[in-house]
């Protein structure tokens, strides 16, 4: 029996004595949930999947040029953790294309100034231009969506600013690496544009690449459209073998597991060094896992003691 002297090391979310109340793998403490596709986390992740499966399609489009010379570039700019999932720097000969995919408008630090800093970042290691272009993907009145430089006393700092809802939708229907992003696009008719995609992906030969393609548009389209219309177009196990769906899963396990190793962490010893919990947030999966079983044995023994 634990008395309530025992308490503070006693988490019920966390510990479960029944087999029906938890599930374990490899003797692990988390409840078994199913990972929630449809966030922010998504979004990102299929805008960033498109840019680097498909960077000639984004510079044709953005930068109006012609190349094979491209190199996706995996870089920290920051002394703390960079937005990694919504950002994208593709590198030409000459040039940088710095993208950001938003699908709302408020952030920290705010856009503008956001931009202005990765620029400045950019050019000093790199030496060489950059254009960025922020992509808003769902339609919105916000100012931040409108505007299109960061400005204060000293400094004047201006990038590009694509509202999806204005685009003609042509470009992107005839773009394998835009074609998720076309259901996002300007159309008097947005149920008959979200069926033409649709069809279109269906003829992808490759079975792989319709797979993620399917992907990433379900994920998109869920930012227009209610999911049970778009399952009328798309086929779900399709879009669940999707490389980038099986990402936002394992994206969304880490994350679980993240959660109830500081939740367990901070139930026993309160709150931790920064620098730590740092250390403990880039463990994988498998490691956080086996951090947790040990934690759960060490956090049993000491019950067992006070009882």
């Not at 490691?287 to 023994?301: N, R, W, Y």
Request: charged content about 25%.
């Amino acid at each position: 029996m634990i008395t309530q002297q025992h308490q503070q090391f006693y988490r019920k979310p966390i510990y479960s004595n029944t087999a029906q109340d938890a599930r374990t793998t490899r003797g692990i403490f988390f409840k078994e949930q199913k990972p929630k596709i449809q966030n922010r986390m998504s979004y990102d992740n299929a805008c960033k999947y498109l840019a680097e499966e498909y960077p000639t399609d984004f510079i044709r489009w953005l930068l109006g040029v012609e190349t094979q010379d491209i190199n996706v570039l995996k870089t920290e700019l920051f002394l703390e953790p960079i937005r990694a999932d919504s950002v994208t720097f593709l590198q030409t000969a000459n040039r940088i294309l710095h993208l950001e995919f938003q699908t709302e408008p408020l952030s920290k630090p705010p856009i503008p100034f956001r931009m202005g800093d990765y620029s400045f970042r950019l050019k000093r290691k790199y030496q060489c231009l950059v254009t960025q272009v922020v992509i808003f993907l769902q339609s919105t009145n916000n100012e931040i969506a409108f505007t299109e430089e960061y400005r204060d006393e000293t400094t004047i700092h201006r990038y590009r600013v694509i509202r999806l809802w204005e685009q003609d939708s042509a470009l992107f229907l005839n773009n394998r690496g835009l074609l998720p992003l076309a259901p996002l696009t300007r159309t008097d008719s947005p149920t008959a544009l979200l069926s033409q995609v649709a069809q279109t992906v269906a003829t992808i030969s490759d079975i792989t690449e319709q797979q993620n393609i399917t992907g990433c548009l379900g994920i998109l389209a869920g930012l227009r459209f209610d999911r049970d219309l778009i399952r009328q177009f798309l086929r779900e196990d399709i879009m669940q073998q999707s490389v980038i769906y099986q990402d936002i899963l394992q994206q969304g396990r880490q994350q679980e597991a993240l959660k109830w190793a500081k939740l367990l962490i901070n139930g026993r010893f309160g709150e931790i060094d920064s620098s730590l919990m740092g250390r403990i947030e880039k463990l994988s999966i498998e490691e956080l896992e086996a951090f947790g079983q040990v934690f759960l044995i060490f956090l049993t023994s000491v019950i067992c003691r006070h009882i």
